[in-house]
């Protein structure tokens, strides 16, 4: 069946730091690809999304781009703030199915 | 505003009783999901409805029921035979028929069996 697996944290940053979450998936066909992020005691906003393969979703100087070859989705950003912090999950959708999300990645970036 | 609405935000439950969690939206979204979330192992599936008067039980399902009455709502019961049910619950909707639309969620239900 399908599924996602992103990297274990929590990840530990300082301000302005490169921060990259790997993401990998196992599907049938083609899937959606999504990455979440939820702040404390609240529910999940969507961060970005790619539909197909070679598309890069970007969002608030996230990017993650779709690749197939790798089956890979993830998660960049070239300069942390301290607001970042958060848990961030990769998902992935097929016409049909519920969303599947991976064990999610807490993200701690300190001044 | 157009939003997915959980309520209460926090509920406790005594050991042996069942417990009901609200999920209504007015996105005017098809489907509508059920996700538990436990520290360390993400979000699991407990129930999933992609239209009204049917669903399908996800991954971890024993211990709980759904109905779906109303394209709006999908409430939760979570029954004494659920073993562990202290948890945060999530509720989810989205455009039902394609895979490609965002699902929108709640600020969930942190469950506590006392």
Known sequence: ?111 | DGGITQSPKYLFRKEGQNVTLSCEQNLNHDAMYWYRQDPGQGLRLIYYSQIVNDFQKGDIAEGYSVSREKKESFPLTVTSAQKNPTAFYLCASRMAGRGNTEAFFGQGTRLTVV
Request: charged residues 15%; proline residues 3%.
């Open chain 1, 1 to 111: 069946g399908n599924s996602v697996t992103q990297m274990e944290g929590p990840v530990t940053l300082s301000e302005e730091a490169f921060l990259t979450i790997n993401c990998t998936y196992t599907a049938t066909g083609y899937p959606s690809l999504f990455w979440y992020v939820q702040y404390p005691g609240e529910g999940l906003q969507l961060l970005l999304k790619a539909t197909k393969a070679d598309d890069k979703g970007s969002n608030k100087g996230f990017e993650a781009t779709y690749r197939k070859e790798t089956t890979s989705f993830h998660l960049e950003k070239g300069s942390v703030q301290v607001s970042d912090s958060a848990v961030y999950f990769c998902a992935l959708n097929q016409a049909g199915t519920a969303l599947i999300f991976g064990k999610g990645t807490t993200l701690s970036v300190s001044s």
